[in-house]
């Protein structure tokens, strides 16, 4: 029986005392119906003062963990109820590790209660803490609405089906080893090699004082014109003169085609829309070109973009009336794709000279045309001529720092294994490509992608559509994902609304979950030098972490990681999982061995860091007239865990 990612009959509760009341929290409540054999494991109760409760806490993580209560029933987590997410049928995570006993879920309903704990506050920096075994892992900032405290519950994915694998009746052979993956560039922010970054429009949520958790994301930018942001978005009217047609009016715009452009004061007028964007000389951030007027391959621009030929075609034919019509087209081309190198090649390099430390590329390239899903035998496959047309565009791919394809989802793709198809073929397609200049890494791929269809913006993704759609991302290798907004999408008070319960029910945890899981597989995998990839692309083998030993929780405006890996885990990882070392680094994947060590350490290490944090709570404990006079940041220094 499919496992889901949060095991939801597979509960600890953990009882914590307010510090400044005697009331008392369960971070999870409820009892198993029947009685309990005498080999079930009890649950714990821990009570006492605050920094008993704490201590015992801390204690217990790692003993409950492998033996969880089994006397607690599931509870079902907070729907919007007007945009509920559908709920796939099958397991989210794609196979237990360890065998799953048929049972019958009965959720009852989470009642959320608030938690008073000493004040703290976060750095201005996301943290960038190590992978730590039984400890709390926090992996965000704390810019979140009011606190609530509850275990996050993943639904289950129907993953695509993975290739047959040929037998052998006589003698079992083992599958090649994968070519190895040239060197890449290294993570944006240390120790995380997979990240997502948020662009989402909040002016009018705003408006209404509706909170938008983003505290899970790397990077926080709206797409609004706000110089000094995370993440720079340049659309056609931020950067540069960029040449256009407008289709409604059919007027020309700095000479209407490239060739007709003036390219020295376009140039010109970036420099100036660069500084003011990104004044910053030394930030680190992404810089994202948005011009999809025209495409700079000739053939490339069918149908309502195909008024560029004609433009072209007219401006040759009028300059020399000689020419046949075939003449006339064929110069226009060269002439087209000349002076559209030009243009996109000169912006990449002006933002490369001028803001180093961004990730400048092109959005929507490269493309992969994977277009024709409602087909049966769809395979999401980029075909010959596309390839060859990409490797056409080898000079935009070594001018761009980055490369951000796009996996937007319309409606009839949502909960469909063909959505996982299409956005593994479209990403296999930026990975290859990004290795094809000659150059020391490879280029990182962040995957452009949207919380709601793009044909029913008040729809959101289920779970299940964002494994296959962030969880492909990266279980294939790419560096990111970008999560964008249009304006329409959140331009009323019951938009907002709904967008702030789709994050706290089902978005966030989910971040939280895929982000912690290639971490983990990073640091033990790759010894943290490199990123896990799937050995074979074309499998359904996901980043994520084990639900019989891991839980998301949700305290105090952050979401954390309770738990450790075993053995097991770890070699799942290294079965269906290798590594792709940062540039200048060495990151072997791990043998069996040579993991078991790894966690025998990092156990070790974190029951050192254990006992030292206690030592920290013990050193803590005042009178309530000294308790009164502690600093936020003190008490952040001593129960830093």
Same mark, same amino acid.
Request: aromatic share 10%; net charge positive; hydrophobic share 35%.
């Given at each position: 029986?499919?496992?889901?990612?949060?095991?939801?009959?597979?509960?600890?509760?953990?009882?914590?005392?307010?510090?400044?009341?005697?009331?008392?929290?369960?971070?999870?409540?409820?009892?198993?119906?029947? *009685?309990?054999?005498?080999?079930?494991?009890?649950?714990?109760?821990?009570?006492?003062?605050?920094?008993?409760?704490?201590?015992?806490?801390?204690?217990?993580?790692?003993?409950?963990?492998?033996?969880?209560?089994?006397?607690?029933?599931?509870?079902? *987590?907070?729907?919007?109820?007007?945009?509920?997410?559908?709920?796939?049928?099958?397991?989210?995570?794609?196979?237990?590790?360890?065998?799953?006993?048929?049972?019958?879920?009965?959720?009852?309903?989470?009642?959320?209660?608030?938690?008073?704990?000493?004040?703290?506050?976060?750095?201005?920096?996301?943290?960038?803490?190590?992978?730590?075994?039984?400890?709390?892992?926090?992996?965000?900032?704390?810019? *979140?609405?009011?606190?609530?405290?509850?275990?996050?519950?993943?639904?289950?994915?129907?993953?695509?089906?993975?290739?047959?694998?040929?037998?052998?009746?006589?003698?079992?052979?083992?599958?090649?080893?994968?070519?190895?993956?040239?060197?890449?560039?290294?993570?944006?922010?240390?120790?995380?090699?997979?990240?997502?970054?948020?662009?989402?429009?909040?002016?009018?949520?705003?408006?209404?004082?509706?909170?938008?958790?983003?505290?899970?994301?790397?990077?926080?930018?709206?797409?609004?014109?706000?110089?000094?942001?995370?993440?720079?978005?340049?659309?056609?009217?931020?950067?540069?003169?960029?040449?256009?047609?407008?289709?409604?009016?059919?007027?020309?715009?700095?000479?209407?085609?490239?060739?007709?452009?003036?390219?020295?004061?376009?140039?010109?007028?970036?420099?100036?829309?660069?500084?003011?964007?990104?004044?910053?000389?030394?930030?680190?951030?992404?810089?994202?070109?948005?011009?999809?007027?025209?495409?700079?391959?000739?053939?490339?621009?069918?149908?309502?973009?195909?008024?560029?030929?004609?433009?072209?075609?007219?401006?040759?034919?009028?300059?020399?009336?000689?020419?046949?019509?075939?003449?006339?087209?064929?110069?226009?081309?060269?002439?087209?794709?000349?002076?559209? =190198?030009?243009?996109?090649?000169?912006?990449?390099?002006?933002?490369?000279?001028?803001?180093?430390?961004?990730?400048?590329?092109?959005?929507?390239?490269?493309?992969?045309?994977?277009?024709?899903?409602?087909?049966?035998?769809?395979?999401?496959?980029?075909?010959?001529?596309?390839?060859?047309?990409?490797?056409?565009?080898?000079?935009?791919?070594?001018?761009?720092?980055?490369?951000?394809?796009?996996?937007?989802?319309?409606?009839?793709?949502?909960?469909?294994?063909?959505?996982?198809?299409?956005?593994?073929?479209?990403?296999?397609?930026?990975?290859?490509?990004?290795?094809?200049?000659?150059?020391?890494?490879?280029?990182?791929?962040?995957?452009?992608?949207?919380?709601?269809?793009?044909?029913?913006? =008040?729809?959101?993704?289920?779970?299940?559509?964002?494994?296959?759609?962030?969880?492909?991302?990266?279980?294939?290798?790419?560096?990111?994902?970008?999560?964008?907004?249009?304006?329409?999408?959140?331009?009323?008070?019951?938009?907002?609304?709904?967008?702030?319960?789709?994050?706290? *029910?089902?978005?966030?945890?989910?971040?939280?979950?895929?982000?912690?899981?290639?971490?983990?597989?990073?640091?033990?995998?790759?010894?943290?030098?490199?990123?896990?990839?799937?050995?074979?692309?074309?499998?359904?083998?996901?980043?994520?972490?084990?639900?019989?030993?891991?839980?998301?929780?949700?305290?105090?405006?952050?979401?954390?990681?309770?738990?450790?890996?075993?053995?097991?885990?770890?070699?799942?990882?290294?079965?269906?999982?290798?590594?792709?070392?940062?540039?200048?680094?060495?990151?072997?994947?791990?043998?069996?061995?040579?993991?078991?060590?790894?966690?025998?350490?990092?156990?070790?290490?974190?029951?050192?860091?254990?006992?030292?944090?206690?030592?920290?709570?013990?050193?803590?404990?005042?009178?309530?007239?000294?308790?009164?006079?502690?600093?936020?940041?003190?008490?952040?220094?001593?129960?830093?865990?």
């Amino acid at each position: 029986m499919p496992v889901p990612l949060f095991n939801q009959t597979a509960a600890t509760d953990l009882l914590i005392t307010s510090p400044k009341a005697s009331k008392s929290v369960f971070l999870q409540l409820g009892k198993k119906k029947g *009685s309990l054999s005498p080999n079930a494991a009890r649950c714990p109760y821990i009570s006492g003062p605050t920094l008993q409760s704490l201590k015992r806490i801390f204690l217990n993580i790692p003993r409950v963990l492998p033996q969880p209560c089994k006397c607690l029933t599931p509870f079902k *987590s907070m729907l919007h109820n007007k945009f509920p997410s559908p709920w796939s049928k099958t397991c989210l995570y794609p196979a237990s590790l360890h065998p799953a006993k048929p049972h019958k879920f009965t959720n009852t309903p989470l009642h959320h209660n608030k938690l008073t704990f000493p004040s703290q506050t976060a750095s201005p920096s996301p943290p960038t803490t190590s992978f730590s075994p039984a400890a709390f892992l926090s992996l965000t900032s704390e810019t *979140s609405p009011p606190p609530f405290t509850k275990i996050s519950h993943m639904p289950t994915l129907k993953t695509p089906p993975a290739p047959p694998v040929a037998t052998n009746s006589h003698q079992p052979q083992l599958p090649p080893p994968p070519p190895p993956l040239p060197h890449t560039t290294g993570p944006l922010f240390e120790n995380h090699p997979f990240i997502v970054s948020w662009n989402i429009p909040d002016r009018v949520c705003n408006r209404h004082n509706i909170l938008l958790d983003t505290s899970p994301f790397k990077g926080v930018a709206t797409p609004a014109k706000v110089p000094g942001q995370f993440l720079s978005l340049f659309y056609t009217d931020r950067l540069g003169l960029y040449p256009h047609v407008d289709l409604a009016s059919k007027k020309q715009f700095n000479g209407g085609i490239p060739q007709g452009g003036n390219l020295k004061a376009s140039l010109n007028k970036a420099r100036s829309d660069i500084n003011y964007y990104i004044p910053s000389k030394t930030s680190r951030g992404l810089a994202v070109i948005d011009w999809e007027e025209w495409r700079p391959l000739w053939d490339r621009n069918w149908g309502t973009k195909r008024v560029y030929q004609n433009v072209s075609v007219t401006r040759i034919m009028q300059a020399n009336r000689s020419l046949t019509l075939q003449q006339a087209r064929e110069k226009a081309k060269q002439q087209f794709q000349m002076a559209a =190198r030009n243009f996109m090649s000169g912006m990449l390099a002006v933002g490369r000279a001028m803001r180093p430390n961004y990730l400048w590329g092109f959005y929507l390239f490269p493309n992969c045309y994977n277009y024709g899903w409602e087909k049966p035998d769809y395979t999401g496959r980029c075909s010959k001529k596309v390839r060859r047309q990409n490797d056409e565009l080898l000079w935009l791919w070594e001018s761009s720092t980055a490369l951000y394809p796009s996996v937007y989802l319309q409606f009839s793709l949502g909960d469909s294994v063909k959505a996982a198809l299409m956005v593994r073929n479209r990403v296999q397609e930026a990975l290859r490509v990004s290795a094809s200049p000659r150059r020391t890494g490879t280029a990182p791929v962040f995957v452009y992608t949207r919380p709601v269809f793009v044909d029913r913006n =008040r729809r959101f993704l289920s779970q299940g559509d964002l494994v296959s759609t962030i969880g492909e991302s990266a279980a294939m290798g790419a560096s990111g994902a970008v999560l964008w907004g249009a304006s329409a999408d959140y331009d009323d008070q019951t938009s907002c609304k709904a967008l702030s319960s789709y994050l706290s *029910s089902t978005l966030n945890p989910y971040i939280t979950n895929v982000t912690a899981a290639a971490q983990l597989c990073s640091n033990f995998l790759c010894q943290g030098n490199g990123r896990c990839v799937r050995k074979n692309y074309n499998s359904s083998h996901y980043l994520q972490l084990n639900p019989e030993n891991f839980k998301v929780i949700h305290v105090q405006n952050r979401y954390l990681v309770l738990g450790r890996p075993t053995f097991a885990d770890l070699k799942t990882f290294s079965k269906r999982f290798t590594c792709q070392c940062y540039k200048g680094l060495n990151c072997t994947s791990r043998t069996y061995r040579e993991l078991a060590k790894a966690l025998i350490f990092s156990v070790q290490q974190g029951l050192q860091r254990k006992a030292y944090t206690l030592n920290k709570v013990n050193e803590a404990v005042l009178d309530d007239t000294q308790q009164a006079s502690i600093t936020k940041g003190n008490v952040r220094k001593n129960l830093k865990v």
